[in-house]
C-alpha cells in the first residue's frame, strides 16, 4: 500500500496494529505521518496521537548517558540531524542556502547524519560544514551519548516522523535545545522537542497550543 500511496489503507492496517497493542515506534511515526492525508484528522487529533507517541518512546537512564554540558563556546554549535542528505532529496535544496552561507565567525554547523548509504552530494555536504559524523550503525545509548560528545547548543530535527527517523533519541535529550524543521511539519508530541520552525500559513494561530513545541 505504501508504494501504491494508498494513504486509506495504510491508515487501516496500522491502526489494527495499534490495537493489537503489539506497536513500535516506526508503527507509531508511520501512522501519524499517514495521517496527514487524512482531511478528517484535527490538529487536536494530531497533538494527542504525539503525546500518545511520547508516552510510548523508552528513555534511556541519566546514569549511562554523558552529561549535557550547559556551557557555551565562543561560537553557537548547531547540529542537523537527517538521514536523507542524498542526492535528489527535496529537504538539501533548503539546507543547503543555510550551510552555503552562515557566518563562521558566529557558527559551527555539525551534521549529524543517520544515512545508511552516502553519495557524491552527502560528500559535498561535509565539506560545507565544520563537523560531520554517521550514526546509523550506533544502538540508541551510543547514537545519545555520541550526539551529546558534540556539545552542541541545539539540534534540529530534519525528520521528524519521516524516513528512518530516530525519534527516539530526543526523548532522552541529546542537546541543550531540540528543534524540529522542514523534513515533517507538524507536532511531534515530545515534551524534549523544544521548537518547532514554521511560518503563519502552516500553522494558525488558534492552534499553537495543539503543539507540543514553542512555535517559531
Not at 16 to 40: A, M, P, Q, S
Not at 46 to 68: A, M, P, R, T
Not at 98 to 106: A, E, G, L, R
Not at 138 to 157: F, G, P, Q, Y
Amino acid at each position: 500500500y505504501r508504494r501504491l500511496n494508498d494513504a486509506k489503507k495504510l491508515i487501516f492496517h496500522f491502526s489494527r496494529v495499534i490495537e493489537t497493542k503489539k506497536f513500535n515506534v516506526i508503527d507509531l511515526c508511520n501512522y501519524g505521518y499517514w495521517r496527514c492525508f487524512d482531511k478528517e484528522w484535527s490538529q487536536s487529533d494530531f497533538y494527542n496521537h504525539g503525546k500518545f507517541l511520547d508516552e510510548n518512546l523508552k528513555s534511556i537512564s541519566e546514569d549511562q548517558l554523558v552529561e549535557i554540558t550547559q556551557k557555551t563556546g565562543l561560537k553557537m554549535r548547531i547540529g542537523f540531524f537527517s538521514a536523507d542528505i542524498i542526492d535528489g532529496h527535496s529537504i538539501t535544496y533548503f539546507l543547503k542556502t543555510i550551510i552555503s552561507n552562515y557566518d563562521k565567525k558566529k557558527f559551527e554547523i555539525v551534521l549529524v547524519l543517520n544515512n545508511t548509504k552516502e553519495d557524491k552530494l552527502t560528500e559535498n555536504f561535509k565539506n560545507l560544514v565544520d563537523e560531520t559524523i554517521n550514526i546509523s550503525k550506533l544502538n540508541n545509548i551510543d547514537s545519545v551519548n555520541r550526539v551529546r560528545e558534540l556539545k552542541l547548543d541545539i539540534l534540529i530535527d530534519l525528520m521528524g516522523y519521516t524516513s528512518f527517523q530516530r525519534i527516539e533519541l530526543f526523548k532522552s535529550r541529546m542537546a541543550k535545545k531540540q528543534a524540529l524543521w522542514m523534513g515533517y511539519c507538524n507536532t511531534t508530541g515530545l515534551q524534549n522537542m523544544d521548537y518547532i520552525i514554521s511560518d503563519k500559513n502552516l500553522i494558525y494561530e488558534n492552534e499553537k497550543n495543539l503543539y507540543a513545541e514553542h512555535v517559531l
